[in-house]
């Protein structure tokens, strides 16, 4: 159980083009989702905390006209990098946790990896 | 504010030795929970463990164990009789219940590379 999946695994586009990444969980409601960002050899940077049905929450610094979050749905949540420039090349992970978070665990996907030339 | 910190950046060990890995927290929450997280070179972060602030209890899990240690505000991993595909960056988290809500604050990660 606690699946956790991610589309596309990795993507490579021009720079200014935009890049939808979709996180979905599998076998559970996910009423929030978590969008990270994992520079090589680093740690995972919070992005934003997405809950179903409401706005995204993005942690300071992170630009919300950038990356669009969307969280329509109890299975899915989706990133949006928008005019992508070769800085935003990255490895984004999502994650999820249940209803009303009564697992207190997150869920990670697998990661997408994306290159912008 | 809430931190974790994983000071062994690397660690490299020989097949079938026995490896510890440390988590030191900071948190001003009395209730949050710690997380043991492998990231194997594929990227996919694998849940290993989750531990409430209230449960000081060892615990093991095949070759895995913990020791939370409330007092000195540790969450130590251990690995016993290391395989080549324990090989992985390991992460520390933290979760607070009061401040950062749903938050989990990750720790720099320590990279583990066990040789045959």
């Known amino acids: 159980g606690a699946v956790v999946s991610q589309h596309p695994s990795w993507v490579i586009c021009k720079s200014g083009t935009s890049v939808k990444i979709e996180c979905r969980s599998l076998d559970f409601q996910a009423t929030t989702m978590f969008w990270y960002r994992q520079f090589p050899k680093q740690s995972l940077m919070l992005m934003a905390t997405?809950?179903?049905?409401?706005?995204?929450?993005?942690e300071q610094g992170v630009e919300k006209d950038k990356f669009l979050i969307n969280h329509a749905s109890l299975t899915l949540s989706t990133l949006t990098v928008t005019s992508a420039h070769p800085e935003d090349s990255s490895f984004y992970i999502c994650?999820?946790?249940?209803?009303?978070?009564?697992?207190?665990?997150?869920?990670f996907g697998p990661g997408t990896r994306l290159t912008v030339l | 504010a809430q931190k974790v910190t994983q000071a062994q950046t690397e660690i490299s060990v020989v097949e079938k030795e026995d490896v510890t890995l440390d988590c030191v927290y900071e948190?001003?929450?009395?209730?949050?929970?710690l997380f043991w997280y492998k990231q194997p070179p594929s990227g996919e972060l694998v849940f290993l463990i989750r531990r409430n602030s209230f449960d000081e209890q060892n615990e093991i899990s095949g070759r895995y164990s913990w020791n939370f240690q409330k007092s000195t505000s540790s969450f130590n991993f251990t690995i016993t009789a290391s395989q080549v595909v324990d090989s992985a960056v390991y992460f520390c988290a933290l979760r607070g219940i009061i401040q950062g809500a749903q938050k989990l604050v990750f720790g720099q990660g320590t990279r583990l590379t066990i040789n045959p």
């Open positions: 948190t001003r929450d009395t209730t949050y929970y």
């Open positions: 997405s809950n179903e049905g409401s706005k995204a929450t993005y």
């Open positions: 994650s999820a946790s249940d209803r009303w978070g009564k697992t207190d665990t997150q869920y």
